[in-house]
């Protein structure tokens, strides 16, 4: 069994503190979003099935971008708890913190700007709600989701390590009150030299 830690991913966080990078408007995309489940059918659809039918309670608030009348791109934001199944991760969110996740684009949709732009318009609308942090997370090695997620204006703030005795830890990329922060929200230890 080796020492070493494997990075398998990454943490980010938005506060109303942060500015958001200006991003052109796609005039073709309306964003939207609500509070209980909904049907979106139909053979454009069919890549989307990620995410479908997840959004189970008023605690998740599904945000979609559409171009006419096709659903486009889709995403989740959880408003009391952060279930991240991969990572073995459920935890109750402090009151005023999001988790965002869940978010798929069609592929003839993707390279467009689609993901920042609805991670900007989830931001504007998760503030105007009240929101003060908004977290997301990516995979290790998924450079779109990365672009995307610094793009709309998130900063990194811990990287996720998986011990050799399988635990995880967080390592800090930013400064010691977000990544503090970050380890008290996803109840993880950080990382000590």
Avoid: K
Wanted: charged content about 20%.
């Amino acid at each position: 069994m080796t020492n070493v830690a494997t990075a398998i991913g990454l943490f980010y966080l938005w506060t109303p503190h942060d500015p958001l990078p200006r991003l052109s408007r796609l005039p073709a995309v309306q964003f939207s979003h609500e509070d209980t489940p909904a049907e979106h059918g139909g053979e454009n659809d069919v890549e989307l099935d990620t995410v479908q039918g997840q959004a189970e309670t008023p605690a998740v608030r599904r945000y979609g971008a559409g171009a006419g009348r096709r659903t486009i791109a889709l995403g989740e934001v959880s408003r009391e708890r952060a279930s991240i199944g991969e990572l073995g991760i459920d935890v109750p969110l402090p009151t005023n913190h999001r988790y965002l996740w869940g978010f798929e684009t069609l592929s003839d949709w993707r390279g467009r700007g689609i993901y920042p732009r609805l991670l900007q318009a989830i931001l504007r609308q998760e503030h105007a709600d009240g929101a003060t942090h908004c977290w997301i997370g990516h995979d290790v090695g998924n450079n779109a989701s990365e672009r995307g997620i610094v793009r709309a204006g998130f900063t990194v703030v811990t990287r996720v390590d998986r011990l050799p005795t399988g635990t995880l830890t967080l390592v800090p990329l930013a400064d010691t009150v977000r990544s503090a922060l970050c380890a008290s929200v996803f109840q993880l230890p950080l990382a000590t030299d």
